[in-house]
């Protein structure tokens, strides 16, 4: 199994970042009011269009203070490269109401070398968490900031905190690095994934931390070559490929690595994840490596027979086909007595799963494994003992 190897451009963007260009344009001077209480949106969107329509690399300045940002679109393609920095906070109006239905807060569309750097945004999630909570009928709910068919992109230094739904999305992607990113919200606040990653290749997320009420990275149909290490999960739903297999014609999903990580308190902890109906996708070479897990409730799942009140999937079985997994130095302890269920399609078995030096206790003891459907399979040196 190999892992795709870093770009050149991301190795430049690591170790020399961007620099302030001298095409620089403050949203202050735009109009923009760091009082947290006027609307920003207009003046932000006049620096955009400056620094877009510039022939030279420019940037864009949001110093300190609190700006507030209804829903909000910079598209591309622009001249030359972006880098928007960020020193203060962007904040989205208090009511849960002030985004109506658009699914996105902060989205960047169609946008080339663009560089986000510091700052945080505060997306006031919990009106919109107690709109969900209650059962009544509430608006779509938009993440915090998307990227859509964007190339060579840059995410460092952000904090994300209460996100009304994703924090960070990467949607049909290419060559994206996040780095040093944190995503807070409550362990209870529905739908507050920390990053999602679909239809995208290229994508590295590393030095990061993910505490949020589900998913800490979440893993779309048509991902390829995505590279995840140090990273600090829980509480949340832990990492998972998945839910994937709802639709028949559904992109695959291959090459994926998580690598040098820490699971603390997490509801899962590496998870992959299919609905149980037919389908034409699959999930190939896949490596997680060198993991610690603190208290995590289901520390290795594969589960294909994912079906949410019943509706949709009964009596059926998943189409995805499972392949080339190696979980390989995964130690700590499991807050359930299962530390591996892998729970694979009956009619597409899981094939090639290898497990290599786990070891993982339940109350000072080994954790148990349970296996359905797996063939043609490999361990060594495990704790639990190996159901393959």
């Known amino acids: 199994m190999t892992n795709f190897p870093f770009s050149l451009l991301f190795i430049i963007i690591i170790f020399f970042p961007p620099p302030l260009s001298a095409l620089s344009y403050n949203v202050v001077s735009f109009g923009a009011k760091p009082d947290g209480r006027t609307v920003s949106t207009a003046p932000f969107l006049k620096a955009w269009a400056s620094a877009c329509n510039s022939a030279a690399p420019s940037s864009i300045y949001v110093p300190k203070g609190r700006f507030l940002l209804k829903g909000i679109v910079f598209r591309g393609p622009c001249k030359n490269q972006i880098t928007f920095r ?6 989205a109006p208090s009511d849960y109401r002030g985004l109506g239905n658009s699914d996105s807060w902060i989205l960047f569309s169609k946008v080339n070398k663009v560089f986000v750097v510091g700052g ?15 059962g009544k009928s509430c608006p779509v709910g938009a993440p915090s900031m998307t990227f859509n068919w964007a190339n060579n992109i840059v995410i460092n230094g952000l904090t994300s905190i209460n996100s009304r739904q994703t924090h960070l999305v990467i949607n049909a992607c290419k060559k994206v690095l996040v780095q040093n ?8 606040s529905p739908n507050t994934d920390g990053i999602h990653v679909q239809t995208s290749m290229d994508v590295t997320i590393t030095s990061s931390t993910l505490q949020t009420g589900d998913d800490c990275v979440s893993i779309g149909a048509g991902t390829y070559n ?37 699971f603390t308190g997490s509801d899962n902890g590496i998870r992959i994840k299919t609905w149980a109906r037919p389908s034409k996708g699959f999930v190939r070479n896949i490596l997680f490596d060198n993991i610690i897990m603190n208290n995590a ?48 399609s009956v009619t597409n078995p899981c094939r090639e799963i290898k497990l290599q030096n786990i070891k993982l206790l339940y109350k000072n003891k080994a954790a148990m494994s349970s296996c359905k459907n797996v063939r043609r399979s490999a361990n060594a040196m495990l704790m639990p003992r190996s159901c393959l």
């Open 86 to 91: 960020i020193d203060g906070t962007l904040v």
């Open 120 to 134: 945080t945004l505060d997306a006031r999630g919990a009106s919109y968490w107690a709109c969900k909570r209650s």
């Open 181 to 188: 990113v944190k995503a807070i919200a409550p362990d209870q």
């Open 226 to 262: 995505l590279f995840m290490t140090n990273l600090k999960c829980g509480p949340g739903h832990g990492v998972s490929i998945g839910s994937l297999g709802k639709e028949l014609n559904e992109d695959g999903v291959q090459n994926i690595t998580l690598k040098d990580s820490i």
């Open 297 to 344: 409730k289901n520390p290795i799942v594969i589960d294909q027979n994912y079906c949410p009140d019943n509706k949709g999937c009964p009596r059926q079985s998943s189409g995805i086909q499972i392949s080339k997994v190696m979980y390989r130095n995964i130690r700590g302890t499991s807050a359930t007595p299962e530390g591996v269920n892998f729970d694979c």
